[in-house]
Nanobody, 121 residues
Framework: QVQLVESGGGLVQPGGSLRLSCAAS????????MGWYRQAPGKQRELLATITRGDITNYADSVKGRFTISRDNAKNTVYLQMNSLNSEDTAVYYC???????????????WGQGTQVTVSS
């Protein structure tokens, strides 16, 4: 019904940049909050950034100043621009979206399948 498709992951050298995209599709009336998380092997899932429909953003201290979250409401897409990447950024990156399926319905949180980001020389 509702699907989040992530793209843009891959291999990048230390100090490099990468831009992730996450597009929501399906039976969607509206999307409020969207966000990005990551999980490295052996570590807990980490919240990186969130953005409201009105473009209010919040960042984790670990990525503040390096990562930028943005969205295109017309495309139901959220982006994560990642700069100054280092080995500690290697992880699977997940997006989510708080989706309202009907005009007066409740919101449901949907998750993407994740995309691998590997920072290595």
């Amino acid at each position: 019904q509702v699907q989040l498709v992530e793209s843009g992951g891959g291999l990048v050298q230390p100090g490099g940049s990468l831009r992730l995209s996450c597009a929501a599709s399906g039976t969607i009336f509206s999307i409020d909050g969207m966000g990005w998380y990551r999980q490295a092997p052996g570590k807990q899932r980490e919240l990186l950034a969130t953005i409201t429909r009105g473009d209010i953003t919040n960042y984790a201290d670990s990525v503040k100043g390096r990562f930028t979250i943005s969205r295109d409401n017309a495309k139901n897409t959220v982006y994560l621009q990642m700069n100054s990447l280092n080995s500690e950024d290697t992880a699977v990156y997940y997006c989510n979206a708080d989706v309202r399926l009907t005009p007066l319905g409740r919101q449901y949180r949907y998750w993407g399948q994740g995309t691998q980001v590997t920072v290595s020389s």
